[in-house]
């Protein structure tokens, strides 16, 4: 029995199914390994990433959606999906069971140019706050992009996804170069060693993809993209800082 099969046993007696129903698939990597799939459980909404069936039986494979959940499992942030858990899912295989999100990615968001100047900016602080949260736990990310960073319909609030790529000193597999070739650093395209300014990279490509922002954007954008890294931002908490002289002082930087 697999533990979707499994039954919980509540107060008066009734027995209420674990198992997941409603499965339908959200997305897929084109080039990768996994999917993502939405499914309801004890009328609660999940995500359930799990891999694709030609590299389900693969170890390597299995290794790195093992360690995705570790990794992100220990994580608690408020601008990060949480991840519940991992398990056997019927159908599906082991899958990393997570939270739903209602929302859209800022991909879509970037198309739709819906959004303000001010919207964008706390978007970006809520990013940067992510950043700086896994960045202090020596993680990080390596496939920073808009499409692995959700916008909740509720608030707009950031959740950044899929730390399938994402790496620490911890772990000894995926030390090769990934990512997205148009958001990667220099040093993560010639195979030199990482760390947060590589996200940093990242982050000001993003910038320069807004469809609506001020001088000061551009400005840290452009300081995030500096080729060299010690010429960077060298941590979030910088950037941080930066944007919020933007709400101190909104005149003087538009």
């Known amino acids: 029995m697999t533990s979707s099969d499994s039954y919980f046993v509540t107060g008066g007696g009734l027995l209420i199914s674990s198992q997941f129903r409603g499965v339908e698939l959200i997305s897929e990597s084109v080039s990768g390994y996994s999917r993502v799939y939405k499914a309801q459980r004890m009328g609660k909404w999940h995500a359930l990433k ?23 499992y220990q994580l608690n942030h408020p601008n990060i999906a949480r991840i519940i858990g991992i ?26 140019k819906r959004l303000t100047k001010n919207q ?34 509720n608030g707009l609030h950031v959740k950044l996804i899929d730390f399938g790529l994402s790496d620490a000193d911890d772990y ?15 040093e993560v395209v010639a195979n030199l060693p990482i760390d947060q300014r590589s996200d940093i990279y990242s982050l000001g490509i993003i910038m320069r993809e807004l469809p609506s922002c001020s001088y000061i954007i551009r400005r840290i954008a452009k300081r995030c993209t500096k080729q060299k890294r010690e010429q960077r931002y060298q941590s979030a908490d910088e950037i941080i800082t930066a944007l919020k002289k933007k709400l101190t002082f909104p005149i003087f930087f538009d």
């Open 87 to 112: 398990e056997e899912v019927d159908d599906l295989g082991i899958c990393i069971v997570m939270e739903y999100i209602e929302g859209q990615t800022l991909k879509k968001s970037i198309a739709d």
């Open 172 to 186: 000894a597999i995926l030390k090769n170069p990934a990512g997205t070739w148009k958001y990667a650093a220099p």
């Open 120 to 153: 964008y900016l706390e978007i970006l602080l809520q990013l940067c706050e992510a950043l700086s949260y896994i960045h202090h736990r020596q993680i990080i990310h390596r496939d920073l992009k808009p499409e692995n960073i959700m916008l909740t319909d």
């Open 50 to 72: 799990c891999l694709k069936p030609e590299y389900a039986n693969q170890n390597e494979y299995r290794a790195l959606l093992q360690k995705e959940f570790e990794m992100g």
